[in-house]
Structure formats: C-alpha cells, structure tokens
C-alpha cells in the first residue's frame, strides 16, 4: 500500500500467514511500514530503500518464533 499525506511518503507491505500444520484457525499477520519525510527523500529513494531491506525484512519475518499461545 502506497500513502502520501503533507509531511511523509509511506509504503505499507502486509505479511500474514496461516497455521497449516494444526487446524486451530490461527493467522500470523505483520506489518512493514517504510517511511520519509517529504523535505528529506523523494519517493524513488524510498522504494530503493525499501527493495534493499526486503530480503532482510523477510528473513527477519521468516524466522521469527511466537510462544505463549493461548488457545
């Protein structure tokens, strides 16, 4: 998702996920939010910004471990 307000550019990348290996209807769900100031960086450098950290952020996502979960 692609957002532009007065003082910021804005793009949003939504993850989520379904637990398949138990039918317990859980959904994992991650929001990715990269974002500049207007008088700072053009639109063009933040993408750039944001394709250079997508492998991290999905590496991060990835290998995360949620424990504690109640049912």
Known sequence: ??????YQYIIT???????????????YFVKVRTYGD???ITFEELEGRRYYLRRLV???????????VKY
């Open 58 to 68: 999905e590496k991060v996502i990835s290998t995360c471990k949620i424990g504690d």
């Open 1 to 6: 998702m692609i957002l532009e307000d007065e």
């Open 38 to 40: 207007k008088d700072e």
């Open 13 to 27: 990348d939504n993850f989520i996920s379904f637990d398949s290996n138990q039918k317990n209807g859980i959904t």
